[in-house]
């Protein structure tokens, strides 16, 4: 793929997209921006790589419609060109997509169609459906006009700042890094370009460490916009050739990413956009004596998702956690238990009172207490001070109360 196909799709989408902006992100640390593509038009980068594709096709193409499969960034990318040109076009969604990406794809006039609970499951039906309708599909990831639109992301960077040395950016089939990698290195060949991707879905970093593409049997990741089992071939080929280096970042570390975002930065991210961000945070890139940009890839979460999240952020954090215990059933019993953690300062939030569970002894019973705390010394001193006070206390783990 040539870097001038980047170039063109720069001219296509100058009067498209937002130039969006680098933020300092100075309270992580005082050498990382952010480049906000959650302030996109459409919430995300996809506008870029699906509008510049679908201004490729020919007359006779865009009269045929397009169909597209996507998790939701892609959908609204190519649900709002389908608007702005008047393009019939049918969008397949996992049904396990957010409500949220679902009813704004929708908002566009767009058809579409749920199917299956990932989004390979979507792709497949989808590409069954473009050979029964003839309509042009639009690949989400491992295409070249896509990836040139995604690649624009990188020309902004390097004229918002040329003496940038570290892109951090998101994976999933690999678009954005494909074209933000190819323009940087074309630009400036030294500038580090490191993928990150969820733990739990960590298909191109597999297939680069095992020097072929492998497909996970299975993902499940909070990161939904990256939840992709098979990297595309072409995409695999220019992380393998431009991309220095794939991390991976837990679950809890995206969520608190996310909550860090939202609370210290006013900033809204997807679990996908935060992955950059998390790697960052948790020290999976080394950013002494470098100057990096995170790219914050979207902001299109879910809020009943962002609730879960903020918990399990705020529990990452030691602001928030779960504690349980069996403890003997008398009266006062219970009162004394939580007088206690009151005097630590911790705030109670809620209390659960189980009699009848199995493990629980005949003259027990099992409590679970959340509680708001100031840090995880603060959560250790609840711990200790039940315990000093005969009731053996567990603190139920992040991930574990999140699922």
């Not at 063109?8 to 640390?29: C, G, M, R």
């Not at 919430?43 to 490729?56: D, E, M, T, V």
């Not at 896509?146 to 999933?172: C, F, H, W």
């Not at 990413?257 to 945070?281: D, N, P, Q």
């Amino acid at each position: 793929m040539e870097f001038q196909k980047i170039l063109e799709a720069n001219s296509t989408l100058q009067h498209v997209v937002s130039k969006t902006p680098l933020v300092h992100a100075d309270k992580i640390h005082k050498n990382l921006w952010i480049k906000a593509e959650n302030l996109q038009g459409t919430g995300a980068f996809k506008l870029r790589g699906a509008y510049h594709k679908i201004s490729q096709l020919s007359w006779e193409e865009k009269a045929k419609g397009v169909i597209a499969a996507s998790a939701g960034n892609h959908a609204q990318g190519v649900a709002y060109a389908c608007a702005a040109m008047n393009i019939k076009g049918t969008i397949v969604m996992p049904k396990t997509a957010p409500l949220s990406k679902i009813e704004a794809t929708r908002s566009y006039g767009v058809e579409v169609e749920l199917q299956g609970d990932t989004f390979n499951d979507a792709y497949a039906y989808a590409k069954n459906l473009q050979e029964i309708t003839g309509a042009v599909f639009i690949e989400p990831f491992d295409d070249e006009a896509v990836i040139a639109g995604q690649g624009t992301i990188g020309l902004e960077i390097i004229e918002r700042m040329s003496d940038v040395d570290t892109v951090i950016v998101p994976i999933g089939g690999g678009g954005l890094i494909s074209g933000i990698a190819l323009a940087i290195k074309t630009l400036k060949p030294d500038c580090r370009v490191i993928g990150v991707q969820s733990e739990n879905a960590a298909s191109m970093k597999n297939s680069l460490e095992q020097k072929k593409i492998i497909t996970l049997d299975s993902v499940s990741t909070i990161a939904d916009g990256i939840a992709v089992k098979t990297p595309g071939k072409l995409t695999y080929e220019l992380c393998r050739q431009y991309v220095d280096e794939v991390v991976s970042v837990s679950e809890e570390e995206i969520a608190a990413a996310i909550l860090f975002l939202l609370e210290k930065m006013k900033m809204v991210a997807e679990g996908a956009g935060a992955t950059s961000v998390a790697a960052a945070m948790f020290h999976k890139v080394d950013l002494e004596k470098h100057k990096c940009v995170s790219v914050l890839s979207g902001g299109n979460i879910d809020v009943n998702l962002l609730s879960k999240i903020i918990d399990l952020g705020l529990m990452k954090t030691g602001r928030k956690a779960v504690i349980n215990m069996n403890v003997v059933d008398k009266p006062g019993n219970l009162t004394r238990m939580l007088e206690l953690i009151s005097r630590t300062g911790a705030n109670i939030i809620s209390v659960n009172h189980n009699r009848i569970q199995n493990g629980i002894l005949f003259h027990q019973c099992r409590v679970g207490v959340v509680i708001e705390t100031n840090n995880h010394a603060h959560i250790k001193e609840v711990i200790t001070s039940l315990k000093e006070n005969g009731y053996m206390a567990n603190l139920v783990d992040g991930d574990e109360n999140f699922n």
